[in-house]
Nanobody
Framework: QVQLVESGGGKVQAGGSLRLSCAAS????????MGWYRQPPGKQRELVAT???????NYSDSVKGRFTISRDTSKNAAYLQMNSLKPEDTAVYYC?????????????WGQGTQVTVSS
């Protein structure tokens, strides 16, 4: 199993920045990719960004050029630097770890951290 703990959420004005952190523990050797997802109020959870073991990144169109995902394998952590925040970025942000172990794939999720952007 993999445990994920997010931190760094909060309230910020439009145009501001926040940095989210995700610390992974447990069977970290099974992790093949990490990512960030978000769930805006009244909406479904959506992809924000992902990063593979090899460092390949993928972003949703809505955050390209504003958000940057990174990973520190020595600390078993992933980060999401969010710049030029907009009110529509308001959501609960979840860290995700995609794992592969003895032929089985499974996704693990953190508890979520609230990000609120005021206009």
């Amino acid at each position: 199993q993999v445990q994920l703990v997010e931190s760094g959420g909060g309230k910020v004005q439009a145009g501001g920045s926040l940095r989210l952190s995700c610390a992974a523990s447990g069977n970290i050797f099974s992790i093949i990719a990490m990512g960030w997802y978000r769930q805006p109020p009244g909406k479904q959870r959506e992809l924000v960004a992902t990063i593979t073991l090899g460092g390949t990144t993928n972003y949703s169109d809505s955050v390209k050029g504003r958000f940057t995902i990174s990973r520190d394998t020595s600390k078993n952590a992933a980060y999401l630097q969010m710049n030029s925040l907009k009110p529509e970025d308001t959501a609960v942000y979840y860290c995700n770890a995609a794992t592969q172990w003895v032929g089985h794939e499974f996704n693990y999720w953190g508890q979520g951290t609230q990000v609120t952007v005021s206009s």
